[in-house]
């Protein structure tokens, strides 16, 4: 196990994709789970990332705040790459360009969607929330194409690609977009969460949610 990591999340946020490759990895993590939104609820956190966004990862001098790179990098250090794909390896180019679409492609539309329909939804912006909604039905489709006859994005293994995407996908089922999702890809997303480090990630971001207000 590695030490002297800490990771700041919110429980359920982007950070589960850090929370999730560390227990794939068996990567030792300090985590610190915060109320959200932090910038208002926890105001002290703007002091260690003055960008008041969650996750954050800080080893020694080292920060990290994009949850793609953050789940790349806990997933190296036990030293295997098993959950990566080396760049002499067939699919890594694909490794690569899935790991970077989960955030850039789909969970971007999702959190906009989440602003004008969850979060800002007495503003009356309800048109713009379906907008967004259908932007990410239709960025799903390189997905469900990629997956047609395989079980993992890359490699016939599991990967951080898998994880990335992955959390797109729980995402959508959590804020009222899951009827947006196709059905093969609600099957991919089902065997991904029967993971037993998937469910490890989940409790230990859950007991530090209930810490919280204890």
Same mark, same amino acid.
């Given at each position: 196990? =590695?030490?002297?990591?800490?990771?700041?999340?919110?429980?359920? %946020?982007?950070?589960?994709?850090?929370?999730? &490759?560390?227990?794939?990895?068996?990567?030792?993590?300090?985590?610190?789970?915060?109320?959200?939104?932090?910038?208002? #609820?926890?105001?002290?956190?703007?002091?260690?990332?003055?960008?008041?966004?969650?996750?954050? #990862?800080?080893?020694?001098?080292?920060?990290?705040?994009? %949850?793609?790179?953050?789940?790349?990098?806990?997933?190296?250090?036990?030293? %295997?790459?098993?959950?990566?794909?080396?760049?002499?390896? &067939?699919?890594?180019?694909?490794?690569?360009?899935?790991?970077?679409?989960?955030?850039?492609?789909?969970?971007?539309?999702?959190?906009?969607?989440? +602003?004008?329909?969850?979060?800002?939804?007495?503003?009356?912006?309800?048109?713009?929330?379906?907008?967004?909604?259908?932007?990410?039905?239709?960025?799903? =489709?390189? =997905?469900?194409?990629?997956?047609?006859?395989?079980?993992?994005?890359?490699?016939?293994?599991?990967?951080?690609?898998?994880?990335?995407?992955? $959390?797109?996908?729980? #995402?959508?089922?959590?804020?009222?977009?899951?009827?947006?999702?196709?059905?093969?890809?609600?099957? $991919?997303?089902? +065997?991904?969460?029967?993971?037993?480090? $998937?469910?490890?990630?989940?409790? +230990?971001?859950? &007991?530090?949610?209930?810490?919280? %207000?204890?």
């Amino acid at each position: 196990m =590695v030490g002297g990591l800490t990771l700041y999340t919110c429980a359920g %946020s982007r950070g589960l994709r850090a929370t999730w &490759a560390a227990e794939e990895a068996g990567i030792d993590i300090n985590l610190k789970v915060l109320p959200f939104p932090p910038r208002h #609820l926890a105001p002290e956190y703007l002091d260690i990332n003055p960008l008041g966004t969650v996750p954050m #990862l800080v080893e020694n001098e080292t920060q990290m705040t994009e %949850s793609c790179a953050i789940a790349h990098y806990l997933a190296m250090k036990d030293g %295997s790459g098993d959950l990566v794909i080396a760049p002499d390896e &067939a699919d890594y180019a694909e490794y690569l360009d899935y790991t970077y679409h989960a955030d850039a492609t789909i969970t971007f539309p999702q959190t906009v969607y989440m +602003r004008f329909a969850i979060f800002e939804k007495a503003k009356g912006w309800g048109d713009a929330g379906v907008a967004y909604a259908k932007w990410f039905e239709k960025r799903l =489709v390189k =997905v469900e194409q990629r997956l047609e006859g395989r079980e993992y994005l890359c490699a016939d293994r599991f990967t951080v690609a898998d994880i990335c995407v992955g $959390y797109a996908l729980v #995402l959508a089922g959590r804020v009222g977009l899951d009827e947006r999702v196709p059905d093969s890809l609600k099957s $991919y997303r089902e +065997r991904l969460t029967q993971r037993e480090a $998937y469910k490890r990630a989940v409790a +230990r971001e859950e &007991a530090g949610l209930k810490a919280l %207000s204890a």
